[in-house]
């Protein structure tokens, strides 16, 4: 089992920054990649952004690219989403991913989620 914690969630201007860190404990030497989704009121979850954890290769949604780097510690099994020039339509719960290839699913593992408020 592998458990993932996030920190660093906040509220903040608009234009402002946070970085939000997850930490992943337990079974973690099989470790694919991880990611950030969020979950913003009333609407779906989406994919925010994802790095490969053999070669740190990233991939990001459109509506992040180029404002919310993703970077990873693999001494520490920790990824980091570095919001910069947030808005108010980030606001959402973020939540921490994991792939370690354990099941079918694209995503074997969730944290509980940090939230985000962007006030305007």
């Known amino acids: 089992q592998v458990q993932l914690l996030e920190s660093g969630g906040g509220s903040v201007q608009a234009g402002g920054s946070l970085r939000l860190s997850c930490v992943a404990s337990?079974?973690?030497?099989?470790?694919?990649?991880m990611g950030w989704f969020r979950q913003a009121p009333g609407k779906e979850r989406e994919f925010v952004a994802r790095i490969r954890w053999s070669d740190g290769s990233t991939y990001y949604a459109d509506s992040v690219k180029g404002r919310f780097p993703i970077s990873r510690d693999n001494a520490k099994n920790t990824v980091y989403l570095q919001m910069n020039s947030l808005k108010p339509e980030d606001t959402a719960d973020y939540y921490c991913a994991l792939d370690d290839g354990s099941s079918t699913r694209l995503w074997d593992y969730w944290g509980q989620g940090t939230q985000v408020i962007v006030s305007s």
């Open positions: 337990g079974r973690t030497f099989s470790l694919n990649a």
